[in-house]
């Protein structure tokens, strides 16, 4: 039997940016294509996103502006003090987040959560590793934590919780 990690899940703070910067500087080192992201993508307006990977840089003070600022949100996973995002893979992590993603929308007073799993990754020129793809979390972890599925698209479904 594996050893059980304890994993710490913390909201994002502005005292927590450089563990989130740690992270997403080498969060996709095997995927050059996303290494620039720092999951800022879901932050900017329209068609206003640089998806190159040269806009890595531009990328990375936009997020840590919002994160110093106080008006990123988001949840970092530790593993031993270090951040370790949604790495390790099949050691809880992605529960572990979830769950802390759930309770926080409850404080919050919200009654629905809301995820979008990749279900049928696209084909494209160049391929995306499935890992990659699968960055929202698997629909197998929302199944197992009370998420029902109120949609199938195309390529991902629509999953709720009532809260």
């Known amino acids: 039997m594996g050893q059980t990690l304890q994993i710490d899940v913390r909201e994002l703070k502005p005292e927590l940016l450089q563990d989130y910067l740690r992270f997403f500087d080498q969060a996709f080192s095997d995927f050059p294509h996303w ?49 370790v995002g949604w790495g390790h893979r099949g050691k809880g992590v992605c529960t572990a987040l979830l769950n802390a993603a759930v309770n926080k929308f409850h404080r919050d007073g919200l009654q629905i959560a809301e995820g979008y799993p990749t279900t049928n990754p696209s084909k494209r020129t160049w391929e995306i590793p499935w890992a990659e793809e699968n960055y929202k979390g698997p629909l197998s972890i929302y199944l197992k934590n009370g998420f029902k599925i109120h949609q199938q698209l195309e390529r991902f479904a629509i999953v709720r919780k009532q809260l």
């Open 35 to 83: 290494a620039g992201c720092y999951c800022g993508f879901y932050d900017t307006p329209g068609n206003d996103w640089d998806p190159t990977a040269k806009a890595g840089p531009e990328h990375r003070v936009a997020r840590s502006q919002q994160i110093s600022s106080g008006k990123a949100q988001g949840l970092l996973a530790y593993i031993d003090g270090t951040p």
